[in-house]
């Protein structure tokens, strides 16, 4: 079975949640004490580990309400249920019409018991097919009879008597379920006895009014029978709110001692040491008699796979760092110590001394690789608790790809963490809101006020800031008029069938020059490939020479715009790839208003054109801004690229990208990283 969705009522914070859609993955988005954790526990209680139990009136029911408004009957949960085509066949051989459920509800009361509602019709009686099967069983039986000797006539003829009267009385269904079952059977004995067989056309009309009253007596004890078939497949809700104690330091020897004397009297660490030992692949046992035997060598190799095996596995799911597990044996005792084999110095530290994050997501790996993978929590519904509440952002984010690529299992959980909100899959979120008339409810939809929809705004937020300018593979630029320059003249080159910019390489505006060191450092931290065009001059060159000092990226990786034009230029931006003429034009258009009674005045003698008009506005008594003309070719090129795009530009833009894609293409091959 899958769960569809839940409705929790009357249950501490919560009067009515209203009907909470449940995915492979759910989770529900809310400030801190809006109820979120009862959400869960109200939900965990269908079907929890150690088994179903009563709920306590005094604490569970709301307090704002009159204990005396809760019963027994009181109603808390209300589950939907999508079955499985195996279910469904199944419960067609434990009942007629059992193939054709789809879903079931299930739910609980405060006391323990639960019910289940599943839709199934009860059996109906036609009084006319019952009519017609009197007629047309008649003709047959009155010529047996007459056939018969005359000592067996009589017993025969009653039994047919009472046969007919039963089939005929259709008023009450039970009744005539019952006593179509009993008249039957005495005039099949009676015909047995009188040694003769109804011919088979009027046995199979009899034999369908027997079924059919069959049908119709057993189908309370059959629905009883599949509704509790049902509540046998309901999966375990397992709920977690803390991580698992897991100890750094084991004593083997008397951990086995505390197991062999009471196995039910383990404490949470030693559980966890179990489930660690069944992850890793070594058997505590076996440690302790290699140890009695002295055959330490076989011991330490036991240990030393296990510690290959657990550090596989962290360094595929914990991106921190890549980090190295080891289990170091001494005596009775085995330590589980963590080292960065990438540091320069390779330092092992024992997990009880490692930081709370990590200790976090360790012990949540154990136990639920071991719980998920034969446990008991395999098919089991997990409901976890604000998960990775200790975790840095980009962990948390690795822990979420974690619970949905990695598990099997449906996972509800809590978060008022961006980074724990799936924002390329934003449908199974779920908003949690509290007021002090209505309580707890849910949304399916995202509303709330600002704090509810906080972490869905800024996970929202992140990730447009992750794909809108950014891609796998990156060609940083200064500002964003060099991003509306070079993107629609590569789209109209592109169009034309001229050379231009790998469709890989995303253009990506660093917000201004000071600014692309860290964008570099931000892209190639993520270890995506990235390419720098810097404009050639002299802010622009220590831009560069900041990024070699500091190691982000590679010489190779870095080209200047001058590098476009086929005689070298001692300076230049991206608007000098334009004509002058064409971006004077551009200038007086996008500022005609300004320059109505206005002389302009450039000198030829400053090198970029840009510089050049930012001396004459200012001289003229203006602010110029680069992002008009920009803007406006923009447009232009759209429209009309050959009234701004000369022979001699598209000659200088076909070139610099050429260059870029050379450097690309280097890089690509060379299949290294951009930093050094």
């Known amino acids: 079975m899958k769960l569809k969705s839940f409705r929790v009522q009357n249950f501490r914070s919560i009067n009515n949640s209203g009907v909470i859609r449940a995915d492979e993955i759910t989770a529900l988005v809310g400030r801190n004490e809006s109820g979120k954790s009862n959400l869960l526990l109200a939900l965990a209680s269908l079907n929890p580990p150690e088994g179903r139990k009563p709920l306590s009136k005094i604490k569970d029911f709301p307090r704002h309400r009159r204990l005396e408004e809760c019963t027994d009957e009181t109603r808390v949960l209300t589950t939907t249920w999508k079955l499985e085509p195996s279910e469904r066949e199944e419960l067609g051989r434990l009942i007629t019409g059992g193939a054709n459920i789809t879903e079931v509800e299930i739910g609980r009361y405060y006391e323990n018991q639960c019910w289940v509602g599943v839709s199934l019709t009860r059996p109906s009686l036609d009084s006319k ?115 698992p104690e897991l100890d750094g330091h084991q004593n083997v020897a008397t951990y086995l001692e505390r197991k062999n004397a009471n196995p039910l009297q383990l404490n949470d660490p030693d559980l966890n040491f179990e489930k660690m030992a069944k992850v890793s692949g070594f058997d505590p046992k076996q440690l302790q008699k290699l140890l009695q035997s002295n055959d330490h060598e076989t011991r330490n190799q036991l240990v030393n796979r296990a510690g290959a095996v657990i550090t596989a596995e962290m360094r595929r799911l914990w991106k921190d760092r890549q980090l190295k597990v080891r289990f170091n044996l001494d005596g009775n005792h085995l330590e589980t110590l963590i080292s960065d084999p990438n540091n320069l110095y390779d330092v092992e530290v024992n997990l009880d001394e490692r930081s709370r994050g990590f200790k976090w997501f360790f012990s949540f790996y154990i136990s639920f690789a071991a719980d998920t993978q034969g446990g008991n929590a395999d098919g089991a519904i997990l409901l976890l608790d604000e998960p990775g509440l200790y975790l840095h952002a980009t962990s948390q984010a690795d822990l979420l790809k974690h619970l949905r690529e990695d598990f099997k299992n449906q996972i509800i959980y809590t978060t008022h963490s961006p980074f724990m909100v799936p924002s390329d899959a934003i449908s199974v979120v779920r908003t949690v809101n509290i007021s002090q008339d209505k309580g707890t409810e849910v949304t399916n939809d995202p509303t709330g006020d600002s704090r509810t929809l906080f972490p869905l705004q800024a996970a929202l937020g992140y990730h447009l800031s992750q794909t809108l300018f950014i891609g796998s593979a990156n060609l940083v630029v200064e500002g964003v008029t060099d991003f509306w320059f070079l993107s629609s003249v590569n789209a109209h080159l592109r169009a034309t069938g001229k050379p231009a910019i790998p469709d890989e390489l995303v253009i990506t505006p660093a917000g201004g020059a000071p600014r692309v060191p860290y964008m570099v450092a931000l892209l190639t931290a993520e270890r995506l490939d990235v390419i720098v065009l810097l404009d050639d001059e002299r802010a622009g060159r220590d831009i560069k020479n900041e990024l070699l000092t500091t190691k982000l990226i590679r010489d190779s990786n870095i080209i200047f715009v001058s590098e476009g034009f086929a ?48 001396d004459a506005f200012k001289t003229a008594g203006l602010d110029f801004q680069k992002t008009r003309p920009a803007r406006l070719f923009m447009t232009k090129v759209g429209s009309d690229a050959d009234a701004v795009l000369t022979h001699t530009s598209v000659a200088r833009f076909e070139k610099l990208f050429q260059a870029i894609t050379n450097r690309f293409q280097r890089h690509k091959k060379a299949d290294r990283e951009p930093f050094r």
Do not use: C, M
């Open 129 to 243: 097919d019952s009519a017609g099967a009197i007629r047309k069983l008649r003709p047959h039986v009155e010529v047996l009879i007459e056939r018969l000797v005359v000592e067996a006539q009589p017993t025969v003829q009653a039994t047919w008597t009472a046969l007919q009267t039963s089939l005929g009385q259709t008023a009450n269904v039970e009744t005539w379920a019952t006593e179509v079952t009993k008249t039957a059977a005495a005039f099949r004995k009676a015909l047995i006895q009188a040694s003769v067989t109804l011919p088979n056309i009027a046995d199979e009309v009899l034999a369908s009014q027997e079924e059919n009253a069959e049908e119709i007596t057993n189908f309370d004890n059959a629905h009883t029978t599949v509704r509790n078939k049902i509540v046998s497949w309901l999966p375990i809700f397992i709920y977690i709110a803390e991580f």
């Open 567 to 614: 005689v070298g230029a001692t300076e230049a931006d991206i608007e000098d790839l334009i004509d002058a003429d064409i971006y004077e034009a551009l200038v007086r258009e996008s500022y005609k208003v300004e320059l109505k009674r206005k002389k302009l005045t450039l000198n030829p003698n400053i090198p970029r054109i840009v510089k050049r008009f930012e």
